[in-house]
Structures are given as C-alpha cells and as structure tokens.
C-alpha cells in the first residue's frame, strides 16, 4: 500500500517476468553502495578529525566542527567525481 496516497500498488505484470527479482538486485546494491560509502566516510573523518586517546564521552567542539566539515566535503567531491564520470560516460557512449 502506497501510505502517501492511501492508495493499493497496481497488479504484478505477468509479462515482467524476473522484474522483483531485478529490482531486488537493484535495492540489495544500493544498499551496499550507501553502506561502503557510509563506511568510507567513517573511517576517513574518524582518522582525521578524532583523537585516539579518547578523554570524553562526548565529542568536544572542535571535533565536532571538523566532522561536519568532513563529511560536507567528502560529499561535495564524491558528488563532483560522480558527475564527472557521467560527463566522461557520455562522450564515451557517443563515439
């Protein structure tokens, strides 16, 4: 059930044949991706912004700080990469 819409999904298409199937596949590796790039992300601003002599429960601001501006960037340029590699996939395709 749709819960935005209130609304029932349509039928299954006996002609789709193997579509749960794929979108499973399709769900199962974006999960993967979000996951490694979760996990990328962790260890990078962890290394960089986190003392490893842990004297606080909490983050101090400073840490904080450094973390927010990590994750920013490493969203910032894997968006950047991303788009380049579009651009790059298409000339590709074209010739």
């Known amino acids: 059930m749709n819960f935005v819409r209130n609304q029932m999904p349509p039928p299954p298409n006996p002609q789709r044949g193997q579509q749960p199937s794929i979108n499973l596949q399709m769900a199962e590796q974006e999960l993967d991706m979000i996951t490694n790039l979760f996990n990328n992300i962790l260890d990078s601003c962890h ?20 973390i927010d501006r990590c994750v920013a960037k490493y969203f910032d340029v894997n968006t950047k990469v991303g788009l380049q590699l579009q651009k790059m996939e298409k000339v590709t395709t074209k010739k």
């Open 47 to 66: 290394k960089k912004c986190i003392q490893t002599n842990y004297s606080e429960g909490d983050l101090n601001k400073g840490e904080q700080v450094c």
